[in-house]
């Protein structure tokens, strides 16, 4: 922090960065300001644009637009967006990076990753489902995370985006991509065309999830699974012996 001070203050050192300059003042404003708009601004901070009314949804025990009309002083901070009928503000670049920072800084892990479970929830009901995966990631709630990609999984294939919803499985903890085998089986079907053979892994690995549910309630997600595994093997005519061996499975299951 001294060298920083330095690095700010001091003529025969080189100028600082803007990143760090920002980082320095923006610890001075942040300082001065009261604990409720400290609150407002570190969770303002998770939504890549937002309304006073967006805000005060997201902060329903304060009082949004006296906080933001606080905030006069510093309305350089605020980029204006007007969209429509409602006008929408945007955090200046470096003064989120600022916030977010602090936010994992001030927060608890648990107190962060509700925070970051709030804006998400609200980011889903105005449909910004992108940006609230972001801030499920940034969250580590794989929870939420794997909820979301399995109610967008099919959207997302339909709109060929199968490498976000790959990405998506991937920033999850092994534990939670590992416990429901419709991960793997969406993610084998995004990769059907660009990576088969890894598609062949991810089915059959869908596939075991499915049988080892009790008594029949993965019988679908089985039969779906494998339908799938046959459906990438039979792309490769030059050896079909493979096929025989989930010809038997398929038996099984009927």
Known sequence: ????????????????SPALAFDYFGEEI??????????????????PQFSTALAQRLC??????????????YAYLLIPM?????LFYQLHPLAREFLLRKAREVYSVADLRQAHGRAAQLLLELGQVDAAAQ????????????????????QLLSQGRGETLVRW???MSPEVRDSDPWLAYWVANARFASAPAEATLQFERSYRGFRAQPGDSGNTGAFLALAGLMDV?????????????????AEQLI
């Open 1 to 16: 922090l001294l060298s920083d001070r330095r690095a700010l203050t001091d003529p025969g050192v080189l100028n600082p």
């Open 30 to 47: 942040f300082r001065q300001l009261d604990t409720p708009t400290r609150d407002l601004l570190l969770s303002i901070a998770m939504l």
């Open 60 to 73: 329903p025990d304060v009082d949004v637009a006296a906080l933001l009309d606080g905030l006069q002083p």
């Open 82 to 86: 007007p969209t429509g009928d409602e």
């Open 135 to 154: 801030l499920l990631m940034e969250g580590q709630d794989w929870p939420a995370l794997k909820n979301l990609t399995l109610q967008h999984a099919e």
């Open 169 to 171: 499985v991937e920033a």
């Open 233 to 249: 093997l039979v792309h490769d005519p030059n050896d079909l012996h493979p096929l025989d061996r989930w010809i038997a499975e």
